[in-house]
Nanobody, 124 residues
């Protein structure tokens, strides 16, 4: 069983920044991708970034310039640096991991393990 724990959420004013962290209790050889997703209240889940073991990275254009993703393999941790935050970025942010390889980059891919989510609220 893999446990993912997100942290770093909170409330911030528009234009501010937050850095989210996702720590994995274990990253087994069968798991080869990890992702950040978010879901606003009443909205659909949206994937923000996906990294595969082959270092393929997918970041949608809507957040690509504002939300760089990074990882620390020694700590089994990935980060989402969120800059120039907007009220529409308000959502619960999740990290998730799976074993689909490049298929993890597909919009239809279902991740195997999920964190509990961390709330991000952007308002003045």
């Amino acid at each position: 069983q893999v446990h993912l724990v997100e942290s770093g959420g909170g409330s911030v004013q528009p234009g501010g920044s937050l850095r989210l962290s996702c720590a994995a209790s274990a990253y087994t050889d069968s798991l080869d991708c990890i992702a950040w997703l978010r879901q606003a209240q009443g909205g659909e889940r949206e994937r923000l970034a996906v990294i595969t073991r082959g270092d393929s990275t997918l970041i949608p254009g809507s957040v690509k310039d504002r939300f760089p993703i990074s990882q620390d393999n020694a700590k089994n941790t990935i980060y989402l640096q969120m800059n120039s935050l907007r009220p529409e970025d308000t959502a619960v942010y999740y990290c998730a991991t799976g074993s689909g390889g490049v298929y993890c980059l597909s919009d239809s891919y279902s991740f195997n393990y999920w964190g509990q989510g961390t709330q991000v609220t952007v308002s003045s």
